[in-house]
């Protein structure tokens, strides 16, 4: 099975601040990576597909890039709505895994 | 456009099986290239993927839950389903199911990530 581990497991930051998340999978996973955000109560919601691919709808201060095994979901300016968890996913080979998440909080 | 809803019992009994559907609307899921998933989440907790389900049947489950997991289609209901047995609490969780995107290149199937979710729906189990 792939394990994916996510850094940091939380940060606080503040509105307009650019904010990295790290993922790692514990073995090559290609292009295979996805990035949800998560709102408490909420279902999740897809970011990034195939690593660096925006999804249609979703603000361009979203990014993504990496490959093989190490990912980063990037925010280039912060918004309120942006307080949110967020996970990364590889979809390369079952069982699908997701990272344990990042949790985005104001500082 | 497409939207997903899960339905079930809230409240299952220990070493009962948990059951639920998820209707699909606004579209066909026979259509297109995606495969149906399950996924849940513990509260507080982090996404743990069950499986999935294509149009045409065929399965992919977690090895962690696989003894215990059926997942199903019914196409002339436009509805995917899950079936857990010998629940414990520790499968107390938001269950949620999902539309994952696929795209065929030549004879390979790539996965990409889930796009449609459903609302999400609380199962506690407890006597």
């Known amino acids: 099975d792939i394990q994916m581990t996510q850094s940091p497991t939380s940060l606080s930051t503040s509105v307009g601040d650019r904010v990295t998340i790290t993922c790692r999978a514990s073995q090559s996973i290609s292009i295979y990576l996805n990035w949800y955000q998560q709102i408490p109560g909420k279902a999740p919601k897809l970011l990034i597909y195939?690593?660096?691919n925006l999804q249609r709808g979703v603000p361009s201060r979203f990014s993504g890039s990496g490959s093989g095994t190490e990912f980063t979901l990037t925010i280039s300016s912060l918004q309120p709505e942006d307080f949110a968890s967020y996970y990364c996913q590889q979809t390369y080979s079952t069982p699908l895994s997701f990272g344990g998440g990042t949790k985005v909080e104001i500082k | 456009q497409v939207q997903l809803l899960e339905s079930g019992p809230g409240l299952v009994m220990p070493s009962q099986s948990l059951s639920l559907t998820c209707t699909v609307s606004?579209?066909?899921?026979?259509?297109?290239?995606?495969?149906w998933n399950w996924i849940r989440q513990p509260a507080g907790k982090g996404l743990e993927w069950i499986g999935r389900v294509y149009s045409s049947g065929n399965t992919n489950y977690n090895p962690s839950l696989k003894s215990r997991v059926t997942i199903s289609v019914d196409t002339s209901k436009n509805q995917f389903s899950l079936r857990l047995s010998s629940v414990t609490a520790a499968d107390t969780a938001a269950y949620f199911c999902?539309?994952?995107?696929?795209?065929?290149?030549?004879?390979?199937?790539?996965?990409?990530?889930?796009?449609?979710w459903g609302q999400g729906t609380t199962v506690t189990v407890s006597s």
């Open positions: 999902a539309r994952g995107v696929g795209s065929i290149l030549g004879t390979v199937y790539h996965y990409y990530g889930m796009d449609v």
């Open positions: 606004g579209g066909s899921i026979r259509r297109g290239n995606y495969y």
């Open positions: 195939a690593a660096s």
